[in-house]
């Protein structure tokens, strides 16, 4: 599963890859404890996280089209 969630992600632009997670996150019907353990790596991620994920579809980026 984690090789074929990574592989999906990767297809996708950097850019779009927050919302499209979320939007995941969102339809799926998830346990309370899953979410905790979401939380809790949010919040470790948020730590580190860049203020802007830029677009690498195109060699020059494209954050204006994404």
């Not at 404890?33 to 677009?55: M, N």
């Amino acid at each position: 599963m984690n090789e074929y969630a990574n592989s999906l992600f990767n297809d996708f632009c950097a850019h779009k890859a927050g919302s499209v997670l979320n939007e995941l996150i969102d339809s799926l019907e998830i346990s309370r404890a899953d979410i905790a353990k979401l939380e809790k790596t949010l919040q470790e991620k948020e730590k580190t996280a860049p203020e802007h994920v830029h677009c690498d579809c195109l060699p020059d980026g494209c954050d204006d089209m994404c």
